[in-house]
C-alpha cells in the first residue's frame, strides 16, 4: 500500500508523491511546510447561499482573482461559515464549483 495525504485544497486523499490532486488538480506541493502565501477573508454566494471563508493565494499569485481564475474547477475557502437566517453554521472546509459562484467580495486579510 503506498503512502498517502490529504489535499490541502479540496481535501481527498491522493498518493504522497502526487505533484497535481487527481480530484481538484491543485498544484501539490511536496511538503505543506514548502507552501508560502497567504489567506484572504473572502464572502461569496454560490447556489443560493452565502459563504465566508479564507482563499489560499499562493506568493506565485499575487490577487484573490489570480486564484478564482486559474484553470481549477472548484474555489477553495477554509474557515468557512455558511450564513443562514437563524444562526451562522461552521462548516470548516468547502471547495465550491466555481461555475455557480454568482458573486465574490474580499473582506480583509
Not at 502526487?18 to 489567506?39: H, M, N, Q, T
Not at 443560493?48 to 481549477?72: E, Q, T, W
Not at 475557502?77 to 437563524?86: F, G, K, Y
Request: charged share 35%; hydrophobic share 35%.
Amino acid at each position: 500500500m503506498e503512502d498517502m495525504k490529504q489535499c490541502r485544497y479540496c481535501g481527498e486523499e491522493i498518493k504522497a508523491v502526487a505533484v497535481i490532486c487527481r480530484y481538484c488538480r491543485s498544484e501539490v506541493p511536496s511538503d505543506s511546510k514548502d507552501r508560502k502565501g497567504k489567506l484572504i477573508k473572502v464572502r461569496l454566494k454560490a447556489g443560493g447561499k452565502k459563504y465566508i471563508g479564507d482563499i489560499f493565494v499562493p506568493d506565485n499569485l499575487s490577487r484573490v482573482s489570480d486564484v478564482i481564475n486559474d484553470n481549477r474547477a472548484f474555489i477553495v475557502l477554509s474557515n468557512a461559515i455558511e450564513e443562514a437566517d437563524t444562526r451562522d453554521v461552521q462548516i470548516g472546509f468547502l471547495a465550491i464549483n466555481k461555475n455557480l459562484t454568482e458573486w465574490l467580495e474580499i473582506k480583509g486579510p
